[in-house]
C-alpha cells in the first residue's frame, strides 16, 4: 500500500479534534477515557518509583520529624534510636503503600494536570486558554509551597502536642497513626495554598470583580481562619495560625492581582469602539436603512456629454 493510502487510512481512523469544539458526545467521552487512562499509566509509573523509593529514603524522609524530638518524647532508646509501632501484620504494607500513592500523585502532578486542562481547554474562549500553563504552574507551585511549610513546622507541632502528656506518660506513636497524620497535615497545608489561586481564576474569567473581594475582605480572612481550624488535623491553635497566617497573605495577594486585572480590563474595554463586548462575542451590526445619495454622480455628467 502506498504511503498516500496509509495515511488516508491513519486520519480516517483517528477522529480530528474540531477547532470550534462541537465534538460529538461519544468524541468526548472517547477523549476523556483516554486522557484518563494516560493519567492512570502516570501515576501507576509514579507510585511504583516511589514505592521503590520507600526504602532508599523516602522513609526516614517522613520519620525525621518524628526522630528529631527529645528522646523523653519519643520510642527508643541509644540502641534503636526512634521506631514506630506496627499493630498488624499488613500494617507495613498498606503503610508503603499509602507513602508510595500519595508520593506517586505529587510526583505525577504536571502530567495529569495538563492531561485535564487539555481536555477541557477546547470549551473555553481564546483569552482563558491564555492561562492554562499558568495555572498548572502556580498550582503546583502554591501545593509544594503548603506541604513544604507543613514539614518544617512538623517538628515543632509534635513537640508541642506530645509535650502535653506530661512527665510520667511514654509517647509510641503506632506508624498508622503518625503516617497517616503527617500525610494529612501535607495535604490539607497544600490543598489550603490553592484556594487564593481559585480566586484569581474567577477574576481573570470575569465571574470575580476586584470590588467583590475587596468589600469581603473582613469576611474572607474571617472564613479562612475557620477553614483552617476545620481543615488541620490536629485542631490546635498552632498548627491553625501556621496554616491560616500564609493563607491570608495569598489572598491579600489574590485581591491585589484582582485590582490589576481589573484596571486593565476597563482600559481595554475603554478603548475599544464596543466596550463591554468579549472577544468571542459578534458585535451588533446596525440594520437600519441608511439614506440614500441623492447627488448627481460625476459618471451621470460623462455619460451625458
Not at 61 to 68: M, V
Not at 73 to 97: H, K, S
Not at 107 to 116: D, I, K, R, V
Not at 188 to 213: K, Q, R
Request: hydrophobic letters at 50%; one cysteine or more; aromatic letters at 10%.
Amino acid at each position: 500500500m502506498s504511503e498516500a493510502g496509509r495515511g488516508a487510512r491513519v486520519r480516517r481512523r483517528r477522529a480530528a479534534r474540531d477547532p470550534q469544539a462541537t465534538m460529538t458526545l461519544v468524541a468526548h467521552l472517547t477523549e476523556l477515557r483516554n486522557r484518563i487512562a494516560k493519567a492512570l499509566v502516570a501515576l501507576l509509573v509514579a507510585t511504583a518509583v516511589a514505592f521503590w523509593w520507600y526504602e532508599h529514603g523516602l522513609g526516614e524522609f517522613i520519620r525525621a520529624p518524628y526522630c528529631g524530638l527529645d528522646a523523653d518524647l519519643r520510642f527508643g532508646d541509644g540502641d534503636t534510636g526512634c521506631g514506630l509501632l506496627i499493630t498488624d501484620v499488613f500494617g507495613g504494607v498498606f503503610i508503603r503503600l499509602k507513602v508510595a500513592f500519595l508520593a506517586g500523585a505529587v510526583l505525577s502532578a504536571p502530567f495529569w494536570l495538563w492531561q485535564l486542562w487539555a481536555f477541557i481547554t477546547p470549551g473555553l474562549k481564546r483569552n482563558e486558554k491564555r492561562y492554562g500553563i499558568g495555572f498548572v504552574a502556580v498550582s503546583s507551585l502554591l501545593f509544594a509551597l503548603g506541604a513544604v511549610l507543613a514539614y518544617v513546622s512538623l517538628s515543632a507541632g509534635l513537640e508541642l502536642l506530645l509535650s502535653l502528656a506530661g512527665d510520667g506518660v511514654v509517647v509510641a506513636l503506632t506508624a498508622q497513626d503518625y503516617i497517616g497524620f503527617v500525610l494529612s497535615l501535607l495535604i490539607a497545608f497544600g490543598v489550603s495554598f490553592e484556594v487564593p489561586l481559585v480566586a484569581v481564576a474567577l477574576n481573570l474569567v470575569g465571574v470575580l470583580s476586584y470590588e467583590v473581594l475587596s468589600r469581603s475582605r473582613r469576611w474572607i480572612f474571617f472564613l479562612t481562619f475557620v477553614f483552617a481550624a476545620f481543615v488541620t488535623p490536629t485542631q490546635d491553635p498552632f498548627t491553625m495560625l501556621l496554616m491560616a497566617g500564609p493563607m491570608v497573605v495569598l489572598f491579600e495577594g489574590a485581591i491585589q492581582i484582582a485590582r490589576v486585572v481589573d484596571k486593565r480590563r476597563a482600559r481595554r474595554e475603554a478603548a475599544e469602539a464596543f466596550p463591554g463586548v468579549g472577544e468571542d462575542e459578534p458585535s451588533q451590526i446596525d440594520t437600519a436603512p441608511s439614506p440614500l445619495d441623492t447627488r448627481p454622480s460625476p459618471l451621470d455628467s460623462t455619460t451625458r456629454g
